[in-house]
């Protein structure tokens, strides 16, 4: 085993830190393991005088009591192997649990830059794998330092007590197969690495071929994504076999180098058996012995493998719990807003661009009217908006709401003044009702005539479930306009006196448009 680099070190130390709460339960499971470990070496030194007694002394007390021991053993080994299974699901879920809730946690508190430059993808695995490969990973290297450990440990002791000549030739043999094992077992695991890749080669080709199939379609790109495809199918193809002639090579090497340690052990050990050091029963607890060494020494050489699996885990979950939270030293609040903004010399420019998105510009809008902001595209209209609501923080300047600067202002304080209907809407894959609601505890009257003022009420009230239909996955069964006028209600359905829409009628047509024009002016006024 190699030592752990120092980063590793603090995530393990971190992850440690976690376990703390569970201490107890802890404890009872590692008992229990001792106990699991103790019955497995129990089960040779149990083998030998059961046969000795039995079948060659046929001592009448081995013969009554030898059954009831072996019942006895194997009663406690399962108690045992539940008991330590069952503390460690109970550590491992309530870790898992913790670990997505403080991830959620933090997922909420981000400023929208994080969300800019991360791929959704990258966050939602982190929910998902890699905080089970951390508890996964974790039961088995605990597993392998309490209970395999401890197991060799006693077995090894067996075998010495009963023959230590036999065991000191035996363990000079055993290397000579490990090594050998390991050269088979690295070629599959290239290989089956090699595999992966070409999975996920495969994985990404599918999810771009079904996502873009109108493209494809219209394209006639079905040529260029069958190539695509072909190529990495066959790949696979020849992946997949080489991989299943390795392991089938694997397999019979391993097995007869074992057969030949076996030969040479029971040539040894019939040598000392005619010299009457080994019983029958000594000799067949022996190889029970050493078969049952086998798979926890297996995996206490392997510890490392899952040590760093569920530690690169850890690491990708500890970044995202250590993402800094939006910037937020604002104390004031302001309980009635009357909605006066006011720019000055304000600039932002997009972390890691090299020139301003904006400004400098000087911009005041009187409360209760309507300012339109008219320039080309990619002149930087969303990105003047996103710095109302503090989704970015100005670079320079300053934006004053009713004469406050809104960085002096708390941005839950900030933000219930705003509402905001953003250039590609966002819905939740909810009721239409709920979807107007949204974080409001809006009553139907009020969901009702937010939707008239949005214009959307004719189409919803001829939905067959009205305003319960459920929308999909961000309003699939829904219009691009429908879309955006739910979006716009959910915006006017707040108090807030400043309403910001982001081409919010794009998707209109212009009878829609003057309605829904028409239901805003009716709102300044009223
Ligand atoms: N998250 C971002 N990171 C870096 N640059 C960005 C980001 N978002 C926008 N930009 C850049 O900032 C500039 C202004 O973009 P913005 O979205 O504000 O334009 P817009 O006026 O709203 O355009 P459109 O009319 O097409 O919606 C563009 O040059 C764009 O490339
Ligand atoms: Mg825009």
């Known amino acids: 085993m190699q030592p752990l680099p120092p980063s590793s070190r603090e995530t393990l ?8 709460p569970y201490w107890r339960i802890f ?12 019955s497995e070496a129990g089960i040779p030194a149990l083998l030998k005088p059961l046969l000795d007694g039995t079948f060659v002394e046929r001592d009448p007390f081995y013969l009554k009591w030898a059954p009831l021991a072996l019942i006895t053993l194997f009663l406690v080994r399962g108690l045992a192997q539940l008991a330590s299974s069952a503390a460690f699901a109970a550590i491992s879920t309530r ?3 913790r670990l997505r809730e403080e991830m959620f946690e933090r997922l909420l ?19 998902t794998y890699d905080v089970s490969q951390i ?48 050269y088979v077992g690295r070629r599959q695991r290239r290989l089956s ?20 199939q109108k493209v494809i379609k219209i394209h006639g790109g079905q040529d260029y994504e069958r190539r695509r495809f072909d190529r990495i199918a066959k790949a696979i193809r020849h992946q997949q076999f080489k991989l299943a002639v390795a392991s089938t090579i694997g397999v019979p090497i391993v097995e007869f180098v074992g057969a030949v340690i076996m030969a040479a052990v029971i040539w040894i050990g019939t040598g ?71 720019f000055e010399r304000v600039r932002f420019r997009y972390p890691g661009a090299d020139r301003d998105a904006l400004g400098p510009l000087d911009l005041e809008i009187a409360p209760d009217s309507f300012t339109a902001l008219v320039g080309a595209s990619g002149s930087g209209k969303s990105t003047f908006v996103s710095l109302i609501p503090r989704l970015h923080e100005v670079s320079d300047g300053r934006i004053l709401l009713d004469g406050i600067d809104i960085r002096e202002l708390g941005l839950p304080a900030l933000r219930r003044h705003i509402a905001f209907v953003d250039q590609q809407v966002i819905l939740f894959n909810d009721s239409i009702a709920n979807n107007i609601a949204y974080g409001t505890a809006a009553d139907s009257e009020r969901i009702r005539q937010a939707a008239k003022d949005a214009g959307a009420l004719d189409f919803i009230e001829a939905l067959p479930q009205g305003f319960d239909t459920p929308i999909g996955e961000n309003g699939v069964k829904l219009s691009g306009g429908q879309r955006q006028r739910l979006a716009i209600a959910r915006a006017l359905i707040t108090d807030a006196r400043i309403l910001i829409l982001d081409e919010a009628t794009s998707a209109l047509d212009t009878e829609s448009e003057r309605l ?3 239901g805003l002016e009716r709102l300044r006024e009223g």
């Open 516 to 518: 829904v024009q028409q």
């Open 109 to 127: 508190s981000l400023p929208t830059a994080f969300f800019e430059r991360t791929v959704s993808g990258n966050v939602i695995s982190r929910f």
């Open 27 to 38: 404890a009872a499971g590692i008992l229990a393991m001792v106990l699991l470990a103790a």
């Open 135 to 182: 508890s996964h990973a974790g039961v088995q290297v605990f597993n392998a330092l309490i209970k395999d450990s401890l197991t060799v440990i006693g077995l090894l002791a067996y075998v010495f007590w009963l023959d230590w000549q036999l065991s000191l030739f035996t363990f000079v043999l055993l290397p000579t197969a490990a090594l050998i094992a390991k």
């Open 13 to 20: 130390l971190r992850l440690l830190g976690y376990f703390k």
């Open 95 to 97: 870790l898992m649990h």
């Open 272 to 342: 000392r058996a005619a010299e009457d050091q080994l019983t029958v029963g000594g000799f067949v607890a022996f190889f029970t012995a050493l078969g049952l060494l086998f798979s926890p020494v297996k995996r206490l050489i392997k510890l490392t493998d899952p040590l760093q699996r569920g530690l690169a885990a850890a690491e990708s979950v500890f970044a995202l719990l250590d993402e800094l939270p939006e910037v937020d030293r604002g104390t004031r609040s302001l309980p009635e807003a009357r909605g006066a903004l006011r």
């Open 193 to 212: 690495r090699e595999l992966q890749d070409s999975f996920g080669d495969m994985t990404h080709v599918l999810e771009e071929t079904t996502r873009g």
